[in-house]
């Protein structure tokens, strides 16, 4: 065989090789996905609340539904229903697990935190706003093998997400014909307090004061949607939805995602430095800072900025370092 010949055939090798081991490990994954035990899981918005984010939707498996986790570093012991045998209980007869999975940092363990789902771009605004909506329940299927989770379909309210993306959207498109369109306003907070302080990254949680802006509400009752409306002096207004209220400049749907109104608390996070500042900050004035929110067509919340005395966050630092 000349040298010519030999070359060829280790270029055609080279070319060939990438696609053989490429094809091994797709075909290796779609073998552990769909090997090992079948289960439907519930899921929830990632902490700190980040849920639909550019093409991945990211979120944490609500095992707290099935009973009481574990430790973070225990194995976690999954048995079958009677009757149901996709929904898991967590049991701690460690003997008997019909899937036992592994503690660890990583995707394939129970206890990681940080999963995303790819979604086709074109469909994440719809996406969005279904996930906003506390009607909807989302679930995962995930098979169990060899003590790994592997991820399935995602599910909206039973049905498989992939299959009714343009009914989703259908959905929520419709919903937007009719209603406001976008608006910002100034918000007034409370409560800001530390949430999670390392040596590279401070994150803060706070509320919106909606006292402030005029709304008393009692929680243990049926929470109402929400009418903002724009004084003549540009503060804001709030007040609950009724029949009298049809002047709103914007309107906000109640449920228990980050974008609607009645969250609990928002999240805002900086490297040390800014966080610090922020803190401090925060010490020398609580009533200085607000928040820049937005509105859109779906009835739904955003915080765009944190402002301190009307300014926005980073120049308000880069400000200050200028002092120094």
């Given at each position: 065989?000349?040298?010519?010949?030999?070359?060829?055939?280790?270029?055609?090798?080279?070319?060939?090789?990438?696609?053989?081991?490429?094809?091994?490990?797709?075909?290796?994954?779609?073998?552990?996905?769909?090997?090992?035990?079948?289960?439907?899981?519930?899921?929830?918005?990632y902490d700190p609340r980040d849920l639909l984010h550019g093409r991945y939707i990211r979120y944490q498996l609500n095992w707290s539904k099935y009973g009481k986790t574990p430790q973070a570093k225990e194995a976690l012991c999954l048995i079958s229903g009677a009757t149901d045998t996709t929904t898991p209980i967590i049991s701690t007869d460690q003997q008997n697990c019909t899937s036992i999975i592994k503690p660890g940092k990583n995707p394939e363990n129970w206890n990681y935190r940080g999963r995303r789902y790819q979604i086709p771009e074109k469909y994440a605004d719809a996406l969005?706003?279904?996930?906003?909506?506390?009607?909807?329940?989302?679930?995962?299927?995930?098979?169990?093998?060899?003590?790994?989770?592997?991820?399935?379909?995602?599910?909206?309210?039973?049905?498989?997400?992939?299959?009714?993306?343009?009914?989703?959207?259908?959905?929520?498109?419709?919903?937007?014909?009719?209603?406001?369109?976008?608006?910002?306003?100034?918000?007034?907070?409370?409560?800001?307090?530390?949430?999670?302080?390392?040596?590279?990254?401070?994150?803060?949680?706070?509320?919106?004061?909606?006292?402030?802006?005029?709304?008393?509400?009692?929680?243990?009752?049926?929470?109402?949607?929400?009418?903002?409306?724009?004084?003549?002096?540009?503060?804001?207004?709030?007040?609950?939805?009724?029949?009298?209220?049809?002047?709103?400049?914007?309107?906000?749907?109640?449920?228990?995602?980050?974008?609607?109104?009645?969250?609990?608390?928002?999240?805002?996070?900086?490297?040390?430095?800014?966080?610090?500042?922020?803190?401090?900050?925060?010490?020398?004035?609580?009533?200085?800072?607000?928040?820049?929110?937005?509105?859109?067509?779906?009835?739904?919340?955003?915080?765009?900025?944190?402002?301190?005395?009307?300014?926005?966050?980073?120049?308000?630092?880069?400000?200050?370092?200028?002092?120094?």
């Amino acid at each position: 065989m000349t040298a010519a010949k030999q070359m060829q055939i280790i270029r055609l090798f080279c070319l060939i090789l990438p696609i053989i081991i490429l094809g091994y490990i797709t075909l290796s994954t779609q073998h552990k996905q769909t090997s090992g035990k079948l289960w439907h899981v519930e899921i929830t918005g990632y902490d700190p609340r980040d849920l639909l984010h550019g093409r991945y939707i990211r979120y944490q498996l609500n095992w707290s539904k099935y009973g009481k986790t574990p430790q973070a570093k225990e194995a976690l012991c999954l048995i079958s229903g009677a009757t149901d045998t996709t929904t898991p209980i967590i049991s701690t007869d460690q003997q008997n697990c019909t899937s036992i999975i592994k503690p660890g940092k990583n995707p394939e363990n129970w206890n990681y935190r940080g999963r995303r789902y790819q979604i086709p771009e074109k469909y994440a605004d719809a996406l969005d706003d279904a996930f906003a909506d506390s009607k909807n329940k989302f679930s995962v299927d995930l098979h169990v093998h060899n003590g790994h989770i592997y991820i399935g379909d995602l599910y909206m309210n039973g049905s498989k997400v992939k299959e009714n993306y343009s009914n989703i959207q259908s959905r929520y498109n419709d919903q937007n014909s009719s209603k406001f369109e976008a608006q910002e306003f100034t918000a007034a907070l409370k409560n800001l307090r530390p949430y999670v302080v390392t040596d590279t990254q401070v994150c803060v949680s706070y509320e919106i004061d909606w006292a402030r802006h005029g709304l008393i509400y009692d929680l243990t009752t049926t929470t109402p949607d929400l009418c903002l409306t724009r004084q003549a002096n540009g503060h804001m207004q709030a007040m609950p939805v009724s029949d009298d209220t049809q002047s709103c400049s914007a309107r906000l749907n109640a449920g228990s995602w980050q974008s609607t109104w009645n969250y609990p608390f928002e999240t805002f996070c900086r490297n040390n430095r800014h966080g610090q500042f922020l803190l401090d900050q925060y010490k020398q004035d609580p009533t200085a800072f607000t928040a820049q929110i937005s509105t859109n067509a779906n009835e739904t919340l955003y915080v765009k900025d944190l402002m301190i005395h009307g300014v926005k966050f980073n120049d308000a630092f880069n400000t200050e370092i200028k002092k120094q």
